[in-house]
């Protein structure tokens, strides 16, 4: 037991040394190459005065190009993994995915309506966002009218509500431009970080954290949802209203 409870901390060491070695490398590859030394000095010139010691070219990569592509990654990558953990644990399956109640698809229909009508920026978030919600809205309230087991139920209405925002995604790229809309609207869809800057990473952190922090402060309870819908009610947890936080 003593063995278990020691691996734990090492293999989140391992995990750690890898993401920090996958971080540092993504900033180094490149068509324009970046040595580890300027790099060094790069990021040590945003903290002190140093004397530049890097190639031209450098700093705009590392800070205009490179940092805000591998920041937003890291960032959307932790958002995910911790969705699909809570869902794992709320839905007792380890194939569960974050995009189960129809999230993505709903985001995904929201964002190509936004590009096919030529939006802005913000627009285009706030419609990928609000359809999102409304994809998960709708599942939850078709599984409460209906009358198998809850959980069951949200899965079956997940995968129906997601199959519609999928089709309707597929009707906009028929008949969005090939030239211009279309492409746009793939690569968003693909996850294409391309386009990112550091302002779009600054508007990230705000919601990333809102969702990872309840999750956070709640994981003990979500722990909870892994067992039995009796036991976990024994222990004082209204399973009902903590499913619908977690969501």
């Given amino acids: 037991m003593k063995l278990q409870n020691h691996a ?7 995990l750690g040394a890898v993401f920090a ?16 030394k300027e790099l060094f000095r790069l990021l040590l010139s945003r903290l002190t005065e140093t004397e530049p010691g890097w190639r031209d070219g450098a700093e705009n990569v590392v800070f205009q190009i490179r940092l805000p592509r591998v920041a937003a990654a890291a960032l959307i990558g932790a958002a995910l993994a911790a969705a699909g953990v809570s869902y794992q644990g709320m839905f007792r399956n380890p194939m569960v995915s974050p995009d189960l109640l129809g999230a993505s698809t709903g985001a995904g229909f929201g964002a190509a309506l936004g590009l096919l009508f030529g939006l802005g920026y913000g627009a285009i ?3 990928s966002f609000g359809f999102g ?24 209405a997940g995968v129906m509500i997601s199959s519609l925002f999928t089709s309707g ?10 030239t211009d809309q279309l492409p746009a609207i793939t690569y968003w869809l693909m996850g294409s970080l391309t386009s990112i800057k550091a ?24 722990n909870l949802l892994t067992v039995s819908e009796a036991e976990a009610r024994s ?13």
Avoid at 8 to 14: E, G, K, M
Avoid at 169 to 178: G, Q, Y
Wanted: proline share 5%; hydrophobic share 60%.
């Fill in 169 to 178: 995604t597929s009707f906009i790229k028929l008949v969005a431009d090939p």
């Fill in 235 to 247: 222990m004082g947890v209204d399973t009902a209203r903590l499913r619908v936080v977690v969501v």
């Fill in 21 to 36: 070695a996958a971080l540092f490398g993504s900033v180094l590859l490149g068509r324009f190459s970046v040595t580890p």
């Fill in 199 to 222: 302002r779009d990473v600054q508007f990230a952190v705000l919601p990333i954290l809102v969702g990872l922090i309840p999750l956070w402060l709640l994981r003990w309870r979500v």
């Fill in 125 to 127: 978030t706030g419609l």
């Fill in 133 to 156: 919600l409304l994809a998960v809205l709708l599942a939850y309230l078709i599984s409460r009218v209906s009358k198998i087991q809850t959980t069951l139920a949200m899965v079956l």
């Fill in 8 to 14: 734990y901390p090492r293999r989140f060491a391992v």
